[in-house]
């Protein structure tokens, strides 16, 4: 981040190169699609390099990042809140960065398979903001708990607190298919 600050752009590439990948993956959870994913991944880095002057190594460099992401999807949810988008026509895989093989299943089990992973999806997007983001730091992004508190801005405590609520929504959300 120092040679960033400084304007160094092969510093800003490589700093891009590994965590772009992360931060599109979290947005595109969080967003429940990909649509917005890469423009608002593209928003967290312009966020860094005009930044990167005062960013100051307190914590991990990834945290700092993540809450960059935070705020900007929190912002992005409240934005479709207020202006809700009806499409023209459905996207016929609404979220292909949950990829099936179906090539090494049969038909039966691939469907039940699609079938389940978009009601994951939905369960997960139909979570509170503070409870998704803590969901998709901790289970996709292997956080530890103290570095969601950080990036949420909340204790230890409270981070658990909000994952047994997520947990405990997303169990009863998903019910059918895990009494099955």
Known sequence: MRQVAKGNMDAFQSLIEAHQARVVGTVAKMLGDDVDSEDIAQQVFIRVWKSAGRYQ???KFTTWLFKITRNLV???????????????????DEHFFQPVDTVAMSPDTALL?????????????????????????????????????????IS???VKSVLFRARAELRENLRKYLEG
């Open 113 to 153: 398979d699609s079938e389940l992973n978009d009601a994951v999806q939905l369960a997960i997007d139909a979570l509170p903001e503070t409870q998704r983001m803590a969901i998709v730091l901790r289970r996709y992004e292997e956080m530890p708990y103290e570095e969601i508190a950080e990036v949420l801005g």
């Open 74 to 92: 929190f912002n992005e949810l409240r934005r479709r809140k207020r202006h809700p988008v009806t499409p023209l026509q459905q996207e016929e």
């Open 57 to 59: 190594p307190t914590a």
């Open 156 to 158: 230890v405590p409270a």
